[in-house]
């Protein structure tokens, strides 16, 4: 007996002579929710297509819930992988009520069966009530939480959902987010999704992945992925910040043009060696006290936070993220101090 619901081993997929999906393996636990983070075209849809039997295998194994599903020259069916989708464009069939699209896939279930799985599928959704109104009748994110009862409303042992929220506002799409992390945790579902919007993998997801043209470069939570990015990669592709350089003077001490910092990181050479360290916004605090000057260079105001852009005696640039009360026009000298607390060093240049 595996708790792995979705196992996805060394797995490669090509149109053609273009590989979109490189070696790339993962698993998710059942009650997991994965979150496939990337840019355009970085083979996100092309995964959750192999997963569900759209595509082929051109070299790997898929298992789910333990039972193989594709290998290179075999392809379980997509209708007998018990997977539900959800897609950014609801997909709902407006000739039929609420009622009828949830019922949609409850095949081999009598009426009466039917009507309480609907009804609990449309209460776990928050939309309790609607059963006889057309989905053009409700707003987005409510079709959006239809389609979902929908594709849970089957029991799939994995459900994949394609940028399921990037046809909604930013605040629709924002709420959305945490309520669809809340109803599958309710639910207790196993759910792979892919997207480009980062604070959305953050919101929903327990282990997100970072592709870059088909290769999967880091796996693992929110705060790993953030605080201890596994390239320079990766550290620019997931939240802001800069690669300062830095030279490593023993083995918990670096030094950069914010001043030494303290505390233990893994050097990817021995004392002496220059480095990139990362430095996130929030690692640069402002302070008025401080004797450490730095000159503000560019600010973006964002309501509650100020994103300052800030360059150190050094010459170096850092960002800084300050709480909007104190307003600093480009030009002036800030007082700033270090509170980098994950120190996380590249090669110089990498
Ligand atoms: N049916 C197809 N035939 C040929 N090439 C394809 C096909 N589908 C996708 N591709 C190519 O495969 C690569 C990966 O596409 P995929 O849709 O998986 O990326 P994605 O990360 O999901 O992008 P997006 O976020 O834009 O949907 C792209 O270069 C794309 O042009």
């Known amino acids: 007996m595996t708790d792995n619901i979705l196992e996805l081993d060394g797995i490669s997929q090509a149109y053609g002579q273009h590989l979109v999906v490189k070696n790339l393996s993962l698993r998710l636990v059942k009650g997991q929710i994965g979150c496939l983070l990337g840019e355009s075209g970085c083979g996100k849809t092309t995964v959750l297509r192999t997963i569900a039997g759209f595509e082929p295998l051109l070299a790997g194994q898929i298992r789910l819930a333990g039972q193989e599903v594709s290998r290179p020259g075999w392809s379980l069916p997509p209708a007998k992988r018990a997977i539900g989708m959800v ?159 830095g030279v490593v003077r023993s083995e918990r001490q670096v030094e950069t043009g914010l001043g030494m910092l303290n505390g233990s990181f893994s050097a990817p050479c021995s004392g002496g060696c220059a480095v990139d360290v990362l430095v996130r916004p929030e690692d640069v605090v402002h302070d008025d006290a401080s004797p450490v000057k730095a000159e503000v260079v560019r600010r973006y105001f964002r309501g509650a936070n100020v994103l300052y852009s800030l360059r150190l005696a050094s010459g170096d640039l850092v960002q800084a993220l300050v709480p909007s009360h104190c307003d600093h026009a480009p030009g002036e000298k800030i007082g700033i101090r270090q509170d980098v607390r994950h120190i996380v060093l590249f090669p110089k240049g990498g």
């Open 87 to 245: 897609f950014q464009d609801y997909a709902l069939f407006p000739h039929l009520t609420i009622f009828d699209n949830v019922a949609f896939g409850l095949k081999g279930l009598d009426r009466a069966a039917k009507v309480i799985r609907v009804n609990e599928m449309l209460e776990l959704v928050g939309l309790g009530g609607s059963q006889a109104k057309y989905p053009h009748e409700i707003s987005g994110g409510q079709q959006q939480r239809v389609a979902l009862a929908r594709a849970l409303a089957p029991r799939p042992n994995l459900l994949l959902m394609d940028e399921p929220f990037s046809n909604l506002d930013v605040t629709l799409r924002e709420r959305l987010s945490m309520e669809v992390r809340d109803i599958l945790k309710a639910y207790g579902a196993t759910a792979l999704f892919v997207t480009h919007n980062q604070q959305e993998a953050f919101a929903v997801a327990d282990q997100i992945g970072v592709m870059r043209d088909g290769t999967l470069l880091q796996w693992s939570n929110g705060h790993q992925l953030y605080h201890h990015p596994a390239d320079p990669g990766v550290a620019r592709f997931v939240g802001e910040g800069v690669l300062l350089p």
